[in-house]
């Protein structure tokens, strides 16, 4: 009888256990829509599911060693006089999303501040190819060659679209899961910014075009049509 | 000697058993909800895989600033766990921040969808629904299960060979 009553208890305590285990097992999850980690150089922007337009925001000082001409097809050092910014983008959510991107250019600075928003990877044989981010922006018909307005304009509406409808401009897709290493390359535009006013020295080169306190916004949102509108 | 530290072993169990049914009953009588905290805006409040347990609020004057409240998204898709700013009696909108984060949330939330008020958390058990999940729990027990009684019939064989031996 004895013997029974232990083996019963044991086998209630045995249910009892696994059904504490299974309960905790199924307990939903709590996930902030997102949050944004600075861990010095390297930049995090990781976001959730989204039911509103999660944003990311970095302010940075651009210095450009020299000005160029994205329009002069024959410039093959473009990517030398670039600044690039990255930015390690995770979807931790379960759907789809879309990383969109802003600049505010800050007050004071220099005209002629050129920016273009890119992953790696997005031209094939990226790394056989000289001035591979030139080549990207190639790549997208945004160069009218010898000129310089057709050029601005197309990159404009390439980078923030008309801002209304679904024309909101470039985006890049993250799905679920999925970290990517977003980039915007900035340089300086040579017809608006113009010679530097002192030659200087070869051995001690200045940044010569200093744009402080520009603000990077990366907004997040929904992989569909409209979920995101400039404002 | 070995019976008697059986005999303790499952003392134990059964009291740690019955403290954790115990208290999974009485969360549930309670009307309280625990949730497996998935990410890190809330650090250093609470950590990734910790378990944070939320009681009911009756009315948005049962809520504070500086408390910790959980709250549906709008399409009740999941839910969302920060430490609200302020509140807007009058439209009923909860403002929110998770402490791991430079600015407030983008939106307010309705009072109506706030789930609860922080009560307290324990850390790294979120770790089994987050990364296990139900159903490798339920095959990790079963396979526990099968080699505990594979455990057993060898143990009980050997002893009845034991006990066969000695007889003859």
């Known amino acids: ?231 | 000697m070995m019976k008697k530290a059986g005999r303790a072993l499952f003392s134990l169990f059964a009291a740690a058993t019955l403290l954790l049914t115990g208290f999974i009953v009485y969360l549930n009588l309670s009307g309280a909800k625990a949730y497996a905290v998935e990410s890190n805006s809330m650090q250093p409040t609470l950590q990734r895989n910790s378990l944070v347990f939320i009681k009911p609020v009756k009315s948005i004057s049962d809520l504070e600033p500086g408390d910790i409240a959980t709250i549906s998204f709008n399409d009740n898709s999941g839910v969302f766990t920060h430490r609200i700013t302020r509140i807007d009696t009058g439209k009923a909108l909860i403002y929110t921040k998770g402490d791991g984060n430079p600015g407030e949330d983008p939106r307010p939330a309705p009072f109506s969808s706030v789930r609860g008020k922080y009560w307290f958390s324990l850390p790294l058990i979120g770790t089994i629904p987050l990364h296990f999940g139900l159903k490798n729990t339920v095959v990790v027990l079963l396979c526990a299960a099968a080699v505990l009684v594979l455990i057993r019939m060898i143990f009980a064989a050997v002893q009845k060979n034991k006990k066969r031996r000695q007889m003859t």
């Open chain 1, 1 to 231: 009888m004895k013997k029974k009553t232990v083996r019963s208890l044991r086998c209630a305590a045995a249910f009892l256990f696994v059904a504490c285990f299974v309960y905790i097992a199924a307990l939903p999850a709590t996930s902030a829509w997102f949050y944004v980690q600075y861990d010095g150089v390297k930049k995090d922007f990781i976001f959730g599911d989204l039911d509103v337009v999660q944003t990311y925001t970095s302010t940075e000082t651009i210095e450009l060693y020299a000005a160029t001409k994205l329009e002069d097809t024959g410039e093959y050092l473009f990517d030398d006089v670039l600044q690039i910014v990255q930015i390690d983008a995770a979807n931790e959510g379960t759907l789809p999303a879309r990383v969109y991107f802003s600049i505010d250019e800050g007050t004071g600075n220099p005209a002629g501040l050129r920016y273009y928003f890119f992953e790696d990877g997005d031209a094939e044989n990226e790394m056989l190819q000289a001035g591979p981010v030139k080549r990207k922006i190639s790549a997208q018909n945004l160069i009218i060659p010898g000129n310089n307005a057709a050029t601005n304009a197309a990159l404009a509406l390439y980078n923030f679209g008309t801002g209304t409808g679904n024309s909101q401009g470039r985006y890049i897709s993250i799905a679920p899961g999925v970290t990517k290493t977003l980039k915007i390359a900035f340089w300086a535009d040579y017809n608006a910014v113009g010679l530097p006013s002192t030659l200087e020295d070869t051995d001690n080169v200045a940044a010569h075009y200093v744009y402080n306190a520009v603000k990077i916004t990366l907004h997040a949102a929904q992989d569909t049509d409209g979920a995101f509108v400039r404002n």
